[in-house]
């Protein structure tokens, strides 16, 4: 039985790898600096979450300073992307907060941005006010929000009044139908209204979908509203429509996941939405054209 999990998941990996950048910090710096190469920016994620003792949270954040300082040394235009709970939020609210301190220290000395991720419902109270707490001190800071949950578009809101960056996406986590749209045209259109809120009223922000409706839309809005924005695609998908965003103008990053924890990552992004497998399958087989 253990034989048989091992080599599913060394089935899976083969299918995975194609946005996971591997194991290792030095497989996820290789893949920030091939986006650089190829005119996008990069922003790296370290895989794993609720981490619950010191010692998990201090390698995460030593990792993360790692990070900032080879983008400053290679001059790669690149942000990392943390989330609170991988970082002391599931200790208490201070641990984590001294922990996006230090990350932010080490930012601000070479001019990375850092993105808040936003994890499941339970946390998204919490994530805002942490957000809050700390943007008056960094403003190279954004924060994830997620079109799938109702309160969105109000959170949107009380954001942009106070000047926050903010990064849409669709959302990841299975959430109760009382707080969340269900279905994949309820959470494009709430998707489609955050983000014309944010081309209408934002100031910097991030578009983070690898739908071609939505990133058409998107387009067109920069046509009526001249802001300062980028598309957020993963690291292997899309790859073809990347290079033709960036010929016609526009900021390109890839988000580049790395770490030993890629399954459940996987499986949830899986998960995410019926159509992942049928993209994510195409990009697989884009990539293995000879």
Request: hydrophobic share 35%.
């Amino acid at each position: 039985m253990v034989d048989a999990t091992k080599m599913m998941e060394k089935f899976l990996f083969k299918f995975a790898k194609q946005w996971i950048a591997g194991d290792t910090i030095d497989d996820a710096l290789k893949s920030a600096k091939e986006a650089y190469e190829n005119g996008r920016h990069a922003i790296v994620n370290k895989l794993g979450e609720y981490h619950k003792t010191r010692e998990p949270i201090e390698k995460t954040i030593t990792e993360y300073e790692k990070i900032i300082s080879s983008f400053r040394k290679w001059k790669v235009r690149g942000a990392i992307s943390v989330k609170p709970t991988q970082v002391g939020m599931s200790i208490n609210g201070k641990t984590c907060l001294e922990s996006f301190e230090r990350l932010i220290d080490s930012a601000s000395k070479s001019h990375v941005f850092v993105w808040i991720d936003m994890e499941s419902s339970d946390h998204t109270d919490d994530t805002i006010q942490l957000y809050y707490d700390l943007f008056s001190r960094y403003e190279r800071l954004g924060v994830a929000i997620q079109a799938n949950l109702k309160r969105s578009v109000d959170d949107v809101k009380d954001l942009i009044r106070h000047g926050a960056k903010i990064r849409i996406v669709k959302g990841a986590y299975r959430e109760n139908g009382k707080i969340a749209y269900k279905t994949r045209d309820e959470v494009d259109q709430n998707f489609l209204k955050i983000m014309r809120l944010l081309f209408k009223d934002a100031n910097e922000f991030g578009v983070a979908t690898h739908d071609s409706k939505l990133i058409d839309e998107a387009i067109s809005l920069s046509k009526k509203y001249q802001k300062k924005f980028e598309f957020q695609l993963l690291k292997g998908v899309r790859d073809e429509l990347k290079p033709e965003l960036v010929n016609q103008g526009f900021i390109v990053s890839d988000y580049i996941p790395y770490g030993t924890n890629w399954l459940p990552y996987s499986i949830r992004r899986l998960q995410e939405r019926k159509r992942n497998i049928l993209l994510l399958g195409s990009s697989f087989i884009q990539s293995h054209k000879v």
